[in-house]
Nanobody, 124 residues
Framework: VQLQASGGGLVQAGGSLRLSCAASGRTFSSYDMGWFRQAPGKEREFVAA????????SFADSVKGRFTISRDNAKSTVYLQMNSLKPEEAAVYYC??????????????????WGQGTQVTVSS
């Protein structure tokens, strides 16, 4: 499956952005989808994930209550709505996919497919 992330940009602290990730090449509805981020000099970290039917989601503790994840299987797209953004959340945001499983792992190594990333910059 090929993934194309978009929607990044510059936003002031406290602002919002919605990221999109369009998938192609395989049956989108067979894949759990996730979002990760990586800031310069830091390891890639889990942000959120959603199950194949969208009936289960998981979030990093740091974004709970501010970020939501959703998917539209008819459009082969997953979204990450980010509210109340903080300067320390500036990073390249990546979408990822893995064949459906019983859990939504936070370990990046358990995700097989990756998009190219979209830059999010948060000004203070």
């Amino acid at each position: 499956v090929q993934l194309q992330a978009s929607g990044g940009g510059l936003v002031q602290a406290g602002g919002s952005l919605r990221l999109s990730c369009a998938a192609s090449g395989r049956t989108f509805s067979s894949y759990d989808m996730g979002w990760f981020r990586q800031a310069p000099g830091k390891e890639r970290e889990f942000v959120a994930a959603i199950s194949v039917r969208g009936d289960s989601a998981s979030f990093a503790d740091s974004v709970k209550g501010r970020f939501t994840i959703s998917r539209d299987n008819a459009k082969s797209t997953v979204y990450l709505q980010m509210n109340s953004l903080k300067p320390e959340e500036a990073a390249v945001y990546y979408c990822a996919a893995r064949l459906y499983g019983s859990r939504l792992p936070q370990d990046p190594l358990k995700w097989a497919y990756w998009g190219q990333g979209t830059q999010v910059t948060v000004s203070s």
